[in-house]
């Protein structure tokens, strides 16, 4: 989904909960990165090709993916 190379990819982390981030997609049908530990499982924007990894921006999502 998300266009970034695998280096970066595997840099990228939950700043909530340093969980490693896979690729999902926002109830408006956006891109999203979403955290895959069930104890913190938010989803950060993906706007223009890059990931909005802030708190503040992210939004909890029922399950993990």
Do not use: K
Not at 42 to 52: D, F, T
């Amino acid at each position: 989904m998300t266009d970034l190379s695998p280096w970066v990819r595997q840099a990228l982390r939950c700043p909530a909960c340093h969980g490693e981030l896979a690729d999902g997609t926002a109830p408006d049908g956006g891109e999203e990165l979403v955290c895959t530990a069930r104890t913190c499982a938010l989803g950060y924007p993906v706007r223009q090709g890059i990931p909005v990894l802030l708190v503040d921006e992210a939004r909890p999502v029922s399950g993990t993916v």
